[in-house]
């Protein structure tokens, strides 16, 4: 009786060791996280369904073939490191590396690596854990991207201010007419920053920009926009804000939105920049902003009145930026600024940015 007990007791412990590993069996291959064991001589001896995910080898492409085959050639030393640790008994502490794929693709890993010993408690080699990063390592590149681009925007923009400091009070009458035109002005350059963060500096619509600056003069149905599809870089989306700012307010206040029977009409085209000097066939960027209105009563505005810090924005600041020409026109009831500029300092370059649909309004 003791002995049919004792035999009982035996084949309870091997069915719960066969279960046992079974269960580590299943949990290693339906692991999101590519499983690998090598021998002390970097063979592998075993390879789960993720590992085959990651890599792009088969079990039976893997198994017998050295770990080197994963391991690009300047990194191949660190596989002698691990070997002489695991040999040795000391720690090898998870770390992120770089690895490569059966087609030769380089992926971000963190790799985790444990000794495998048998029974007799010797090392006979490790298990390594491996979990695709590169997603990780990509938002962390992006991040650093912005982060240096939010660094230099920042900076441009304080040089911006100080700027607009300096030739708003030149052209002030008073401490109160300063501040408002300074609030209003940085107020506009918030505007334009909040575009360009919304799309993480990546630019923004002309449609958008204009609307943007546009739209806190009302009026929108005296407002008629027209051209093709564009997404502007951020250094022409701070500069065309500012010109459009500047155009709105002159408009509010002498032009087409200050009056019931005004009209702005706002078109842009693309076309060859041949017949500019230096061009050299170079496609180009042209804008028009022209309005139509009842001359306001004493307005003697002209090409000689004194020049204030909007003019000085069209003429000068925003075409030098662009890398363009500005020709500014106006006389009682009426003002047209045109703009020209390589196309390649406006746009972003992507597939579909020179679209040929036309917004026919605005607010749509």
Same mark, same amino acid.
């Given at each position: 009786m003791q002995l049919r007990v004792a035999m009982n007791d035996i084949d309870g412990s091997d069915r719960q060791g066969a279960t046992a590993d079974a269960r580590l069996a299943a949990i290693v291959d339906s692991s999101f996280d590519a499983i690998i064991s090598k021998d002390l001589n970097s063979v592998i001896q075993s390879w789960n369904q993720a590992a085959e995910r990651m890599f792009g080898y088969t079990a039976e492409e893997a198994i017998g073939q050295s770990v080197l085959m994963l391991i690009p050639d300047p990194l191949k030393s660190e596989e002698t490191e691990i070997i002489s640790k695991i040999r040795s008994g000391d720690r090898v502490a998870s770390y992120e590396t770089t690895r490569k794929r059966k087609d030769g693709a380089l992926i971000s890993v963190s790799l985790t690596i444990?000794?495998? @010993?048998?029974?007799?408690?010797?090392?006979?080699?490790?298990?390594?854990?491996? %979990?695709?990063?590169?997603?990780? @390592?990509?938002?962390? %590149?992006?991040?650093?991207l912005? #982060? !240096?681009?939010?660094?230099? !925007?920042?900076?441009?923009? =304080?040089?911006?201010?100080?700027? #607009?400091?300096?030739? +708003?009070?030149? !052209?002030?009458?008073?401490?109160?007419? =300063?501040?408002?035109?300074?609030?209003?002005?940085? #107020?506009?350059?918030?505007?334009?920053?909040?575009?360009?963060?919304?799309?993480? /500096?990546?630019?923004?619509?002309? =449609?958008?920009?204009?609307?943007?600056?546009? @739209?806190?003069?009302? $009026?929108?149905? &005296?407002?008629?926009?027209?051209?093709?599809?564009?997404? $502007? &870089?951020?250094?022409?989306?701070?500069?065309?804000? #500012?010109?459009?700012?500047? *155009?709105? +307010?002159?408009?509010?206040?002498?032009?087409? $939105?200050?009056?019931?029977?005004? !009209?702005?009409?706002?078109? /842009? +085209?693309?076309g060859s920049g041949a017949h500019a000097p230096g061009s050299a066939g170079e496609r180009e960027f042209q804008l028009t902003w022209e309005e139509n209105c009842e001359p306001h009563p004493g307005d003697r505005r002209d090409q000689t009145t %004194?020049?204030? =810090?909007?003019?000085?924005? *069209? &003429?000068?600041?925003?075409?030098?930026? $662009?890398?363009?020409?500005?020709?500014?026109?106006?006389?009682?009831?009426h003002l047209k600024w045109q703009l020209s500029a390589p196309l390649a300092s406006i746009i972003v370059a992507q597939a579909g940015s020179e679209a040929d649909g036309v917004s026919p309004g605005f607010g749509i």
């Open positions: 444990s000794p495998i @010993k048998n029974g007799d408690g010797e090392i006979i080699g490790a298990s390594k854990i491996a %979990r695709d990063i590169s997603a990780a @390592k990509e938002s962390e %590149r992006r991040i650093r912005l #982060m !240096r681009e939010v660094n230099h !925007r920042v900076k441009n923009q =304080f040089a911006v201010i100080l700027s #607009m400091v300096r030739e +708003t009070s030149k !052209r002030s009458n008073g401490p109160g007419e =300063f501040e408002e035109l300074i609030r209003a002005r940085i #107020m506009a350059l918030s505007r334009s920053h909040d575009l360009l963060v919304t799309s993480e /500096w990546a630019g923004a619509s002309l =449609f958008d920009l204009i609307q943007e600056h546009l @739209k806190p003069f009302g $009026l929108e149905e &005296q407002i008629l926009l027209s051209g093709p599809v564009l997404t $502007l &870089q951020s250094n022409a989306v701070q500069n065309l804000g #500012m010109a459009f700012h500047e *155009l709105g +307010t002159n408009s509010s206040k002498y032009g087409a $939105l200050g009056s019931e029977g005004g !009209r702005v009409e706002i078109t /842009w +085209t693309i %004194r020049k204030g =810090f909007g003019t000085v924005v *069209l &003429q000068r600041v925003a075409p030098q930026s $662009l890398g363009g020409s500005a020709i500014l026109e106006r006389s009682p009831g």
